[in-house]
């Protein structure tokens, strides 16, 4: 190795604070660095190649190493490099919001650009929150979301969030937000105390549970529902057939917007441009961030129907909101550099395509006996891990340590695959290759999934 390299893990090591990390992990260790990316592969320091199925964190839809996106960037640094969206506008965010617009569904028009994901969550919450205000219903302040669903880390997002553990050492926090059930079918049983569900008839269960809270908690006084395509957290639990359209009716029912957070389903990451092409149902606001540049540069975006934005075209009312970087001239002719890559290479086309083959190739680990279910849409998926797939039985709390921190993580990296594994909620590995990849790189995966899951059950 040389002194160079040497001198990046010890400023790692010595300086780098990691984001959701224990760094008791690396006293003794050295921090895995990744040094750069091509395709749908990325190597680390000392060269070794490594799957990327997690497209970086959900992100990285047009693969790594795309010079165009570089390029793009470059010029427009040299041509503007920044400036603020405070009362003023420049070209390249208007044209972004121009094609975000025609691409979202229904009358969805107005985008408020924002640096991240959970920003955009933050925006579209203070949105609902002043647009009820404006219009006569100052007490409609609520939010409802689902258990171990993730929306961000903001104080407001982090509310919005159903993972208790990532709260408590943060509380108090913003006040007003509501838990109800998921989409998680396989689980249904345990959920709602009723076996054998079928999933038409869980889903309309679980979006019930929404009208429900609602009126627990008083129509009058709940603004928003958040809720994304397919659920991340607990390993992509996609909607029931009929669960949108019927939380569509409840939303419409109690004058409560709904949000769809498409912060990692949206840009292809289901085959559509967002969720609700694929699962047939307009919201009153967007949120998304992650795949608008395939992670070249950071943007996010909340994207909100034209009547929310009526109320601030009067007198002296404005949305007392906003930040320094959002919609960054660079990020915005990067997004939509990225969003030509799209149309060009006919990504949507190819995720559509290759989906079935992605989930047969995962479908064919469902012989192994740790393996209990697999679930997903498009290019993200999860398999949920057992003790006893009769029974569903899951891992208890130090079984899950010893075996995701304690095992798979670090052997599915040494195996040559990064992604996720996961236990917020039950035990999962979760999956998100860039959007580029197809067969070669799913036999990859398929391949050290079941070399080390079946090392993962002889260690039980």
Not at 207 to 224: C, L
Not at 263 to 273: D, E, K, P, W, Y
Not at 369 to 389: A, M, Q, T
Not at 441 to 456: K, M, P, W, Y
Request: glycine share 10%; aromatic share 10%.
């Amino acid at each position: 190795m040389t002194q160079p390299e040497n001198d990046i893990l010890k400023a790692a090591h010595d300086n780098l604070w990691l984001h959701f990390t224990r760094h008791s992990a690396y006293q003794h260790a050295e921090i895995p660095t990744i040094v750069r990316g091509e395709g749908s592969y990325i190597y680390d320091i000392h060269g070794k190649r490594y799957l990327d199925g997690l497209a970086g964190l959900f992100v990285v839809q047009a693969g790594h190493g795309r010079s165009e996106l570089a390029e793009a960037a470059a010029k427009q640094a040299q041509e503007l490099a920044f400036f603020p969206l405070w009362s003023y506008a420049h070209p390249k965010a208007a044209e972004l919001a121009e094609r975000l617009a025609a691409l979202a569904p229904g009358d969805l028009n107005k985008v408020f650009f924002t640096t991240g994901g959970g920003e955009a969550v933050e925006t579209a919450w203070k949105l609902a929150k002043q647009y009820f205000k404006l219009t006569g219903k100052p007490l409609k302040h609520k939010v409802i979301s689902r258990q171990i669903a993730y929306h961000g880390t903001p104080q407001g997002a982090l509310s919005i969030t159903g993972i208790p553990a990532f709260k408590q050492m943060f509380e108090p926090l913003v006040p007003g937000s509501v838990r109800v059930p998921n989409t998680n079918h396989y689980r249904a049983d345990e959920i709602t105390g009723v076996k054998g569900m079928t999933p038409e008839e869980y889903g309309i269960w679980a979006a019930d549970r929404v009208a429900r809270a609602i009126e627990m908690e008083g129509p009058d006084t709940v603004a928003a529902v958040f809720a994304e395509p397919v659920q991340n957290a607990g390993g992509c639990f996609p909607p029931p057939p009929g669960y949108w359209q019927r939380l569509r009716e409840i939303c419409d029912e109690y004058d409560v917007l709904l949000v769809s957070d498409e912060v990692i389903c949206a840009f292809g990451r289901l085959g559509t441009m967002f969720g609700g092409e694929k699962f047939d149902y307009v919201p009153d606001i967007i949120t998304c961030a992650k795949g608008m540049t395939s992670g070249y540069s950071p943007i996010g975006a909340m994207i909100a129907h034209d009547r929310l934005f009526e109320p601030f075209k009067d007198g002296d009312n404005m949305f007392a909101h906003g930040y320094t970087f959002g919609g960054h001239p660079v990020s915005a002719a990067v997004a939509l550099a990225n969003l030509d890559i799209f149309e060009r290479e006919d990504l949507l086309g190819h995720v559509t395509r290759n989906e079935p083959l992605f989930q047969a190739t995962l479908d064919g680990l469902r012989d192994l006996p740790i393996v209990g279910d697999i679930r997903g849409s498009g290019y993200f998926w999860g398999i949920e891990l057992v003790k006893d797939k009769t029974t569903k039985e899951t891992f208890t709390a130090d079984e899950s340590e010893r075996l995701l921190r304690g095992f798979l993580s670090k052997a599915l990296f040494d195996a040559g695959l990064y992604c996720r594994a996961d236990d917020r909620g039950d035990p999962v590995i979760q999956l998100a290759p860039p959007l580029i990849a197809g067969p070669r790189e799913f036999d990859e995966i398929g391949s050290i999934l079941r070399s080390v899951l079946t090392e993962a059950w002889s260690r039980l």
